[in-house]
């Protein structure tokens, strides 16, 4: 059954110290889907993308990527990871960086592809601390994506992203995942949402609801995405 | 000048402190310990250097002055043979040794006196007691030999170093490795502070990399600047500064690279104890201070208190400042034992310390 997934959260839970930021949460990600994973602050996005790649062990639950329980140090060559904040070496070039990290995964062939694809090729001999805050979100996205690892966790991937590159990371993401790339996004921005195969929604670290944009505007009784979202997060405070 | 915001500025630092109780402890503590030990270093050490005394006089006045010399507080003696001082010297039992040749007491009579003193020399404070305490002995010969006024000239040997031999050699060439460790610490505690702070670490523990890995690739990059480093210090202590070095330049540089392995591990086995730069700086103290002053950089181990001694033992420092010192004062090679034992402390301490560094990176991240 879990082959049939690439990733699989079984029923895990995760504590802080005393306080507990996910309390059972199973989700499963089909390869080649991208899956949107929508909450408010704090809500435990971060928490499961964490896990997924294995840099925090569940307390309960298990965590299967590729068919592997994590954590498996074997499974990360086939993971790139965005963090949510953009992670990168502030001294040395865009380059620099993304060769980096193409070179500990030992990929070095997809620099300048990666580079091209996030619009920094010309940009690439600039040192990253000049750089504006969107485009280290872009060479942070680089760094993650420039091994085509099979599954890609994006931690908040389009926080200031103008538009028009932003209409065009989402093209990429669909090329991939019609490739067979497996993504795990996560978002508060609801038409970022609406182009995701499956959501699932996540609240207080458990997950609220879960299916397509429609099963979720169906469940939520709303047409608008937002307002089904609202409508779900509250019918569970209550 | 607005009173409220210089308050503003004033109150959010003592907020930072108020949760960081590790720098407010560090801040009232570390003083308290560094002053404690330098205060039970210079106070409760007064063992006075342990001198030989090789009496050959024919006559009866030498036996009259190291008689006299027994008595000295400023030294402790020990009667010993004539054959065996430099041995003695050598394998540090003694600091130094007075002869008195077979016709001291005719140099006596004729008005001008020759003892031999034989200096281990690598310590330069510790021979002017010897020469004080066999000075002021003179007096008793004096009132011998009446009427006559007698010249002092005794005749001094160096084992190590020499005449020209002065303060700067000696701590020189401890200072060479210090500097380079020293810094390498700084440098790379700090950068795996970055690391952490700026979530490129987390990337990293994310991606295919063993943590052995992160540590080498570290450790190589920070050992060849260290060593680049190194080689320009040393320039600097033996061309410019004329550093006294008896021994080989690349066992020096060997040294200072085992140091530098050590400092690279040390940083990033402390860095898991930091959560901001802030904190990483309090290591210098911490670390850097006792071992400047238990490592015998200064106070020679063998002249501290006993308990002192025992933390001495233990410190790398120690033993990468007592290799740097025989190779340069003494001219040791790979051949000495003693060489090989401070080589092999090292080496073991480093072994130890990436072990540590690799072990502990892990944590900290769930
Ligand atoms: N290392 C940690 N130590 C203590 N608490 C933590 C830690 N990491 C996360 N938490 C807590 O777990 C909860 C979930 O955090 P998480 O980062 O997963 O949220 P998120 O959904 O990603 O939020 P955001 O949209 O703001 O990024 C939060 O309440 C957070 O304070
Ligand atoms: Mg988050």
Redesign the interface.
Known sequence: MSDAFAVNVEDVSKSFGAFKALNGVTLRVRQGEIYGLLGPNGAGKTTII?LV?????AHAGTVTVLGRRMPN?GV??H?G?M?Q??????AISVEENVRF?AA???AEEGVREALELVQLYDRRGSVVSTLSGGMRQRCSLA?ALVHRPELLLLDEPTVGIDPQLRVQFWDYFRRMAAQGTTLIVSSHVMDEADRCQRLGLIQYGRLLAEGSPADIRSQGGSQNLEEAFLALAGRKES | MSGRRVRAITRRLLQGFRRDRRTVALLFVAPIVILGLLGYLMRGSTSAPAVGIANQDSGPLGALVADTLRHSTRISTSDISATDGDAKLRDGSLVAYILFPSNFSQQAQSGSVAPEVHLEGSQPGEDSPVIQALQQSMISLASQVAGRSIRFEPSVKYLYGGASYDTLDYFGAAFVGLIVFFLVFVITIVSFLNERSQGTLERLMASPLRRGEIVLGYMLGFTVLALVQAAEVLVFALAVLRIQNHGNVFLIFGMEALMAIAAVNLGIFLSMFARSEFQAVQFIPLVIVPQVLLSGIIFPVSTEPTALQYVSDVLPLTYAVNGMRDIMVKGADLSWSALQLDAAVVAGFCILLIAAGTTTLRRRLG
């Open positions: 964490r790649c294995g840099l925090l062990e140090v990360l060559r993971i990871y963090t904040q953009a992670a990168l070496y502030p990290f500990i995964n030992g760094c």
